[in-house]
Structure formats: structure tokens, C-alpha cells
């Protein structure tokens, strides 16, 4: 039973209160046990301590306290940092010990929060007014926080429901780090707003220019959740793509654009027209869609039959600049190389494979001069009708990372330039300054020896027979004839050049690669070309070699030569070496040379896992 209860003023604190309340409490025979329990209850000691609690607190809050400081958390960890720094007594190993404690870091931390009133988002109840086909489905209210980033997340119509999906979720951004938000969710509202008769760009920009919280309506998905995991596949883009002039994009702003030689971390291909990728280097963590290589090849195959994209065919070769510089009667010291050469597998023009060039030499009919094998197979002037089903386009090329391995012989370097880049002059500069590191791949000539020149040296010194027996075996990269006699560089020797472990420089076609670009000799492709300035835009006193003696038409051919060669070959090239004077150029390609057998490059994913 309990006794009447003495008076309690308003002034009294609850744990008064519940002490003089169970003082009152003597169980009769009645209602023994539930007395029983209930002074039990009331007589633990955790239940005072909370009443204690309560009743400082209610003390507290009539003063209307206002807070000391906002960062009490801070001025702790400032304060341990100072002690740590000098010696400390034993009150201050003490304190520090303290500040040190988890629990009254937690303390601090929740004083702070509020004190700043810096309190997270409270989601709103379950609304009562669910519609009516929605009470036998499971309903899921996620807020979100985001600030000026995306949400990270595309949709789409049901065509058959006419509901509004999650099509996919980008990773890395804010839907996927919540992990509230899967791909086949239907969206019913967005804060607040009933979404489903509204258009697919119409919502995406209610979610764009919502900013702090988001409240979205979500029927879950029946489908287990996506599992896969991020993957590693990297891909090297061979075409520029801007994704706010692709119509056929689902959300231009999920696009990813890029350049061509851009490095792309491919993180997710479940969808197969639309992928996830990110740019290597990058410091935007959310993942963005690029066109998968099928629907790119697709999309571009039906864009050439229909006459509004042109065929990739191979273009005609442009002229090189490799004219001897010697008389007609000798070669002088650069081994012969000079001549009008052709690829094997080259179906192009002719072109002119050296770079050491002379302008008292140049002219047309300098060029006309040399004559190549009529063995050529096609024509450059032969109509051609491209047929899409069977033209390879350039959009992706798997690739890894590689650096050579310690007793791995050394990556081929390959210079291709255009007109007036004066590659073999650049070239026999670095060989000369450290022979012992670089070499030259001697080439092969079917003219007679002359007295001063010694076997493997300047040449190779064969028979027209073997020459030709050699080109039909394939054992040459290039090649052509001058004054009658064959010139050309042979895959042996550029072998025996690595094989001594030295870099092998080989300047070449720029159709050779096909023959070159092999796990093999896993080639470094360096495209040289001059700085050519406008004539109105030249800067004041600049120092140009190409600057003087040279005729407006002239640089505008050397202009021309250098965009063929970067439209036809450019997806090719590792590096651009954009020639200003010979001096800064060579201490330029030093660096690349010494770059590429020290750090990690990016080459085709099949030259490292053959």
C-alpha cells in the first residue's frame, strides 16, 4: 500500500521527489509483488544517478546558459600538443593523460556540435497518406545532404510502367557513398513533389539545383543490389569527346569529356552502351559515363553509311624532309638515309622518312628527284569506296603501366617528324654525346662500298639480290631506292643495337609503326615538329631557326605537314616535341630519354601480359 504523501513544493527536484515516493512504498498482502518490483525499481542506483542528472540540468537551464566557446574540442587538442612539446610535471601528465581519454574527447566534441547547433538532418516521419497502391509496397525515405556536386545518379522512364528508374549510379558520388540509392529503385517524389508525371531532364534539374538536404520517395528495387566490384581497366582514349554535343548521352552532365591520349580508369561496364570512368590523375572521386567501344563503333558505322561521318581510310603519307646533303655525286656523313622510302605494309604515298634537311637543297624538284619500287601495290590517285562494315575505327586501347625490369633490354624510341623537324640531326646529337648509352640502327645498301666507309659501320653493303630477297622476306621496316640503288633499315638490326642494351633511336615513317609496335620492342613514339609562327603573330626577337631564308608558302607546307601528320598518326605518339632551336630541343629529348627508361608509362595492355 502506499502511504498519503507529504507535500512536495515545485521547488523540489525529481530525485527528492522519487526518494520520498519510495520511502511511501510497504507492500501489503494484496499487492505484495508489484510493491515489490517497483520499490526495486525505484531504488537503483542507476535511476538516481539519471534523476541527478536531470535535476542539475533543470537548475542549469534556468539560467539560460549560453555556451563559453564553439570549439572546445580544438582548444583540447591545442592544449595536449603544447604539452607534449615540453617537459611535465606530474599535474600535467595528468591533464594530458585526461585530454588523451576517448570519452572526454566524445564529450567535447557533442559540447561543440551543441553549441553550434550544428545538428544533422532530421528525416521527417513516414507520411500517413500513402496512396492507395503503394500500402502493399515497401516504401523508403532517404534524405540526402549534398552540397554543389552532383548526385551522382541518371534515370529513365519505364516504357512499359511509365515509372521512373534509377538507371544507373555513378560511383564514387553522393547516392552511391550513401549506399541508400540502387540502380532499379522507382522514384515517387523529391522533396515532397510528386515526380511521376514529370519528364526525365525535368527531374534531373529539380535534383541539379536542389542544394542542403534532399528528401526522395524510393520503391526499392526487387533485384539484388549491384555487387560488382570496382574494376581496373584502363584504356587510352584515341578521340577527343565532349559530351554536351552528344545528344545521345542519357544526362550531359553525368558526360566525362576528354581528349585523345587521355588515360581513362574504367570503374564499371555492367551497362553496355554507357560506361563509367573516371581520368587517371583526377582528384573528382564520382565516376562519369563515356560511350562503350561497341556503341561508339556502332553509332559511327551508321553515321559513315549515311554519308555525315568520313571513312577512316589511310591517308595519303605527307612529304617528309630527308634530302641529302651532300652533292650528287656523294652521301656525306648521314649513312645514306636520305631517300624516298615505303613500308612494307604501307598502301600510303611515298614519303620522304628522314629529317636531317637542308633548305639550299629543298625544292620540288628535289622531291620528284627520288623514285620508288614500281613493286607498290594501289595507288594513291585509285578511287577508293570505303565499306563501314569492315573499316576499324579508333576509339579505346586497352593499357597498363610498364617500366623496364633491371636486365630487360631497353624500349625502343622512334622519332617521326614533319616537314623542316630535322630528326636525324637531333638524333646522331644525342648519340654522339653518349655512344656508350644510345645507338643507331646501321641501315642496308645495295651501292658499292666506298673506300673510307667499313662493313657495319656506315652500312650494311649487300646484293640487290639479298636486298630484295630480304623485302619479300619482310625483314625490313622501310625502304626505297635512290640513284638506282635500295636503301632501307632492317628489323635485325635494330635487334642487335637492344641486344647490346643500348637505346636503339630509329627515325621511320610514320607507317612503319605497324610493323614496330610489338611487345617486342614496345616502342616510345616522339613526334617531332617545328614552331612555326604566323607571320602577323610572331613574337618580337624570337629566335626561331625556321625564322629566316624560308618562304611564306614553304612554312605554310611545313604548317600543313605537321597537322596531317598529327590528324593521320597522332593517336600513335607518346610524346609531342614541339622544336623551337636545336639546342633546347636536344636538351628536351634528353629528358624524355632518361623519363621513359625511369618512370612508369603507359603502353598497350598486351605488351606487358604477352
Known amino acids: 500500500?502506499?502511504?498519503?504523501?507529504?507535500?512536495?513544493?515545485?521547488?523540489?527536484?525529481?530525485?527528492?521527489?522519487?526518494?520520498?515516493?519510495?520511502?511511501?512504498?510497504?507492500?501489503?498482502?494484496?499487492?505484495?509483488?508489484?510493491?515489490?518490483?517497483?520499490?526495486?525499481?525505484?531504488?537503483?542506483?542507476?535511476?538516481?544517478?539519471?534523476?541527478?542528472?536531470?535535476?542539475?540540468?533543470?537548475?542549469?537551464?534556468?539560467?539560460?546558459?549560453?555556451?563559453?566557446?564553439?570549439?572546445?574540442?580544438?582548444?583540447?587538442?591545442?592544449?595536449?600538443?603544447?604539452?607534449?612539446?615540453?617537459?611535465?610535471e606530474d599535474d600535467e601528465r595528468e591533464l594530458l593523460l585526461l585530454l588523451s581519454t576517448p570519452h572526454l574527447k566524445a564529450v567535447l566534441s557533442a559540447h561543440d556540435t551543441v553549441a553550434q547547433k550544428n545538428f544533422d538532418p532530421v528525416l521527417p516521419p513516414l507520411p500517413q497518406d500513402l496512396d492507395d497502391d503503394l500500402e502493399e509496397e515497401s516504401v523508403k525515405i532517404v534524405r540526402l545532404v549534398k552540397n554543389k556536386e552532383p548526385l551522382g545518379a541518371t534515370i529513365r522512364r519505364d516504357e512499359a510502367t511509365g515509372a521512373v528508374i534509377v538507371a544507373r549510379i555513378m560511383r564514387g558520388g553522393a547516392a552511391d557513398r550513401s549506399g541508400l540509392v540502387h540502380v532499379g529503385d522507382e522514384l515517387r517524389e523529391v522533396n515532397g513533389n510528386l515526380i511521376t508525371?514529370?519528364?526525365?531532364?525535368?527531374?534531373?534539374?529539380?535534383?541539379?539545383?536542389?542544394?542542403?538536404?534532399?528528401?526522395?520517395?524510393?520503391?526499392?528495387?526487387?533485384?539484388?543490389?549491384?555487387?560488382?566490384?570496382?574494376?581496373?581497366?584502363?584504356?587510352?582514349?584515341?578521340?577527343?569527346?565532349?559530351?554536351?554535343?552528344?545528344?545521345?548521352?542519357?544526362?550531359?552532365?553525368?558526360?566525362?569529356?576528354?581528349?585523345?591520349?587521355?588515360?581513362?580508369?574504367?570503374?564499371?561496364?555492367?551497362?553496355?552502351?554507357?560506361?563509367?570512368?573516371?581520368?587517371?590523375?583526377?582528384?573528382?572521386?564520382?565516376?562519369?559515363?563515356?560511350?562503350?567501344?561497341?556503341?561508339?563503333?556502332?553509332?559511327?558505322?551508321?553515321?559513315?553509311k549515311m554519308g555525315s561521318f568520313p571513312a577512316p581510310v589511310s591517308p595519303r603519307a605527307p612529304t617528309y624532309d630527308r634530302a641529302e646533303r651532300e652533292d650528287s655525286d656523294s652521301e656525306g656523313a648521314l649513312n645514306g638515309k636520305d631517300i624516298a622510302v615505303v613500308s612494307p605494309k604501307s598502301k600510303a604515298a611515298p614519303a620522304f622518312c628522314g629529317q636531317a634537311f637542308s633548305w639550299d637543297f629543298y625544292s620540288a624538284g628535289l622531291r620528284r628527284s627520288f623514285r620508288l619500287r614500281k613493286d607498290r601495290q594501289g595507288s594513291p590517285g585509285e578511287p577508293h569506296t570505303p565499306d563501314a562494315n569492315h573499316t576499324e575505327f579508333l576509339i579505346y586501347e586497352e593499357v597498363a603501366q610498364y617500366l623496364p625490369r633491371p636486365g630487360e633490354r631497353p624500349r625502343l624510341i622512334v622519332l617521326i617528324g614533319s616537314l623542316g623537324a630535322r630528326i636525324t640531326e637531333l638524333k646522331q646529337?644525342?648519340?654522339?654525346?653518349?655512344?656508350?648509352?644510345?645507338?643507331?640502327?646501321?641501315?642496308?645498301?645495295?651501292?658499292?662500298?666506298?673506300?673510307?666507309?667499313?662493313?657495319?659501320?656506315?652500312?650494311?653493303?649487300?646484293?640487290?639480290?639479298?636486298?630484295?630477297?630480304?623485302?619479300?622476306?619482310?625483314?625490313?621496316?622501310?625502304?626505297?631506292?635512290?640513284?638506282?640503288?635500295?636503301?632501307?633499315?632492317?628489323?635485325?638490326?635494330?635487334?642487335?643495337?637492344?641486344d647490346q642494351n643500348k637505346v636503339c633511336l630509329v627515325d621511320a615513317q610514320p607507317e612503319a609503326l605497324k610493323t614496330l609496335r610489338t611487345a617486342d620492342f614496345k616502342p616510345y613514339v616522339i613526334f617531332v615538329k617545328p614552331r612555326i609562327y604566323d607571320s602577323q603573330k610572331k613574337p618580337h626577337g624570337s629566335s626561331s631557326s625556321l625564322s629566316l631564308a624560308i618562304k611564306e608558302e614553304d612554312l605554310q607546307e611545313m604548317k600543313q605537314s605537321a597537322e596531317r601528320m598529327d590528324e593521320c598518326y597522332g593517336y600513335w605518339v607518346d610524346y609531342i616535341l614541339v622544336k623551337e632551336d636545336p639546342a633546347s630541343a636536344l636538351a628536351e629529348l634528353q629528358v624524355i630519354l632518361e623519363r621513359v627508361q625511369m618512370e612508369p608509362q603507359w603502353v598497350p595492355v598486351s605488351w606487358v601480359r604477352s
Open 1 to 88: 500500500m502506499i502511504e498519503a504523501m507529504p507535500i512536495v513544493s515545485a521547488s523540489t527536484g525529481l530525485h527528492e521527489t522519487l526518494a520520498l515516493l519510495t520511502s511511501q512504498l510497504h507492500p501489503d498482502a494484496n499487492h505484495k509483488e508489484d510493491l515489490v518490483f517497483l520499490k526495486d525499481v525505484f531504488s537503483e542506483k542507476s535511476i538516481g544517478y539519471l534523476m541527478k542528472i536531470h535535476d542539475k540540468l533543470r537548475q542549469y537551464e534556468k539560467h539560460s546558459p549560453t555556451p563559453v566557446l564553439h570549439s572546445a574540442s580544438c582548444l583540447a587538442e591545442d592544449l595536449a600538443e603544447e604539452l607534449q612539446n615540453g617537459a611535465l
Open 197 to 304: 508525371h514529370k519528364r526525365p531532364d525535368e527531374i534531373s534539374q529539380i535534383l541539379s539545383q536542389s542544394q542542403g538536404s534532399i528528401t526522395l520517395k524510393i520503391i526499392p528495387a526487387v533485384a539484388e543490389e549491384d555487387k560488382l566490384k570496382e574494376s581496373r581497366v584502363y584504356l587510352r582514349a584515341l578521340f577527343d569527346y565532349t559530351p554536351y554535343e552528344d545528344k545521345a548521352t542519357p544526362c550531359q552532365e553525368a558526360g566525362l569529356p576528354f581528349k585523345r591520349g587521355d588515360i581513362l580508369q574504367v570503374v564499371s561496364q555492367e551497362d553496355a552502351t554507357w560506361w563509367q570512368a573516371k581520368r587517371v590523375g583526377d582528384c573528382n572521386l564520382r565516376a562519369a559515363l563515356i560511350p562503350s567501344t561497341q556503341f561508339q563503333e556502332r553509332r559511327l558505322r551508321y553515321r559513315m
Open 429 to 498: 646529337k644525342v648519340i654522339a654525346e653518349n655512344p656508350r648509352r644510345y645507338g643507331l640502327a646501321v641501315p642496308h645498301t645495295t651501292r658499292a662500298r666506298k673506300c673510307h666507309e667499313r662493313e657495319g659501320v656506315e652500312y650494311h653493303f649487300i646484293t640487290k639480290a639479298a636486298f630484295e630477297a630480304d623485302i619479300q622476306n619482310g625483314k625490313f621496316i622501310e625502304y626505297g631506292e635512290y640513284k638506282d640503288n635500295l636503301y632501307g633499315t632492317s628489323l635485325e638490326s635494330i635487334h642487335r643495337i637492344l
